[in-house]
């Protein structure tokens, strides 16, 4: 009885609209999008909290009843979340919940011996995979680029209609495997991209660095450290990543290796 009674009061989520900040200061029951803007909650929420491109800010006297996630911006705020919280920032740190001091190096070193751990599987495991993601670096790096904006716009495009078209748990099941997908492009392009420079940085190594393994996990660990460096740094990494997602995009469009022998075998 009291549940129905509760559910009775809650006004329903409010529609999203682009570029428009979501506020929710009544309680509320569905779930709560915001597209290329900010939510900011001061009340109950009887559902998920879904920002894409901004930030979720949970004021004192929040409560959700479900997940936050912000697809490209950051959570935070005192406000309390029975669920998951989701951050996810595919260029790297997003809004203004970036840790400092001692945490920072932590979490910073941490993400280096992340991506050691990843480069070396996937060069090990799948070398051709990273072969073909290296090809179009040096071939038109210019058109790289601009596949790796072009890539993160139609991403981010997708993101915003899937939420605004199915919203609830749905929605964000769609939105969380559109994640997974840039995630997973964005790794091969940023191991892509360190084949590619360790194969460049080859002839003044030491022997002992020249093997395709060694040599692209030094190239992956010098970007790692570099994008540690404030402001030049995450501007230099950033760049990375747009360009490896460009990489990335670019070899699925390429014909497989496979298919290339077999065509000039058919064609002899």
Do not use: C, Y
């Not at 406000?79 to 989701?86: E, P």
């Not at 670096?137 to 716009?153: F, K, N, Q, S, Y």
């Not at 497989?256 to 077999?262: D, E, G, Q, S």
């Amino acid at each position: 009885m009291i549940a129905l009674l509760l559910a009775g009061v809650l006004a329903g989520a409010p529609a999203p609209r682009l570029g428009a900040d979501v506020l929710v200061e009544v309680p509320t029951a569905g779930t709560v999008v915001s597209l290329a803007a900010q939510v900011r909650v001061s009340s109950v929420v009887d559902g998920d909290v879904v920002a894409v491109a901004g930030d979720v800010e949970l004021l004192p006297g929040a409560e959700v009843r479900g997940d936050v996630i912000a697809l490209g911006g950051a959570i935070e705020g005192p406000g309390v979340v029975s669920g998951r919280t989701v951050e996810f920032a595919p260029l790297g740190w997003a809004g203004s919940r970036a840790p400092s001091g001692s945490a920072a190096w932590g979490l910073a070193l941490l993400r280096v011996g992340g991506w050691l751990v990843l480069g070396s599987l996937l060069t090990l495991l799948a070398p051709g995979l990273v072969r073909r993601a290296a090809a179009p670096v040096g071939d038109r790096p210019w058109v790289t680029v601009t596949v790796g904006v072009l890539g993160l716009a139609v991403w981010l495009a997708v993101m915003v209609l899937l939420l605004a078209a199915a919203g609830g748990p749905i929605g964000i099941l769609l939105a969380l495997l559109g994640v997974a997908g840039l995630l997973a492009l964005k790794v091969v392009g940023i191991v892509g991209l360190s084949w590619w420079l360790g194969r460049r940085m080859a002839p003044v190594l030491p022997l002992s660095m020249r093997a395709e393994l060694p040599r692209t996990a030094l190239a992956l660990l010098l970007l790692a450290v570099i994008g540690m460096i404030p402001l030049v740094g995450a501007s230099l990494w950033a760049a990375a990543n747009v360009a490896g997602i460009g990489a990335a995009v670019r070899a699925m469009g390429s014909p497989h290796p496979v298919a290339l022998a077999l065509s000039r075998v058919l064609a002899r």
